[in-house]
């Protein structure tokens, strides 16, 4: 079964297309035929302006046309399209998704933050850690930060703050903001047993591209603290030159690792693990329960 997520948030826009197939168990295997991402930076228009530019509407629709191309080439028959924070903000969101359907035929939905949460939590990552610990999925966005928390398999909490990288380097997150975080998370966490976070988004992948880590293996908080030390102590063009980054990731990537790293502390967290998952995949996940159960009803 071929299935696409398209994921529309305030940085970018990624088309996941995955084939999943029944093992020898007889659970599925996700398996990714192609990852699209087109930095549309849609935060950088609505933060300011609570409305999405005509240039960066052009731009949505000719990716969602390139995006659709794509689909029917790869003979994928359902697909999930969903967008973020900055989709939620802008006055002319709906405009923009009719003028989607109507010259596409893909329908997008903009999700709450909470929603977002999850969709993320779909991935199940932390099923197949170990039960010593208490798990905090962290995702951080352009727009929003998704918190997560889960303790012996239940859910503790679900949480989104407008609190993203682009926000932030347009400074619109203001202290206050930062301290109902950490009351929140202080107030949430305390009494659970030991938290390993799990990060998600494009800036803590690239952090542990960077790092050399093998698969599997936790970044810690003092890494965390040096790459961010680091990072900040050179402008974008330089970040770009020495890390080979491109400028959509080497802007917001010293804000993210801030993001993470106030998360941490305040949840008393030494060590993250990046399975590289983002919305996208747990819109493939969710996608295919929908579909699953809609066969079986059929």
């Keep these: 079964m071929r299935l696409a997520a ?3 948030g305030s940085n970018a826009a990624r088309l996941l297309i995955s084939n999943v197939v029944k093992n020898s168990n007889g659970k599925p295997d996700f398996n990714k035929l192609n990852l699209v991402r087109v930095p549309l930076r849609l935060g ?31 003979d994928v028959k359902y697909i999930k399209a969903c967008a973020t924070s ?5 006055h002319n969101s709906q405009h923009i998704i009719q003028r989607v359907k109507f010259e596409t035929g893909i329908e997008i939905k903009v999700i709450s933050g909470d929603e977002e949460a999850s969709v993320i939590y779909e991935n199940h990552i932390a099923e197949n850690l170990d039960k010593e610990h208490s798990y905090l999925y962290i995702d951080v966005g352009g727009g929003s930060t998704e918190l997560t928390f889960f303790n012996d398999n239940q859910l503790v909490f679900k949480e989104s703050f407008n609190v993203g990288t682009i ?4 400074n ?9 975080i950490k009351v929140f998370i202080k107030e949430k966490t305390k ?9 998600s988004g494009g800036n803590i992948n690239k952090v542990f591209s960077l790092s050399k880590r093998k698969d599997g293996k936790p970044l810690s908080l003092d890494l965390l603290k040096d790459y961010h030390r680091e990072l900040s102590s050179f ?3 330089e970040r770009m030159q020495r890390y080979n980054l491109r400028e959509d990731r080497a802007d917001v990537i010293v804000p993210a690792l801030q993001i993470y790293l106030n998360v941490m502390r305040w949840a008393e967290i030494d060590e993250i693990f990046v399975p590289k998952i983002g919305l996208a ?13 809609k066969e079986i009803i059929i």
């Design 172 to 180: 619109q997150v203001v202290d206050a903001q930062w301290d109902a």
């Design 235 to 237: 402008p974008v063009y």
């Design 44 to 74: 950088f228009d609505v933060f300011e302006n609570k409305e999405i530019s005509k240039d960066k509407e052009e731009m949505i629709v000719k990716t969602i046309k390139a995006y659709k191309y794509l689909i029917d080439i790869y």
């Design 6 to 8: 398209i994921d529309i």
């Design 281 to 293: 995949d747990g819109l493939i996940h969710t996608l295919y329960e929908e579909v699953r159960l």
């Design 167 to 170: 926000r932030l380097l347009k």
């Design 86 to 90: 900055a989709m939620r903000d802008a």
């Design 191 to 199: 009494g659970y047993k030991k938290i390993v976070a799990i990060g």
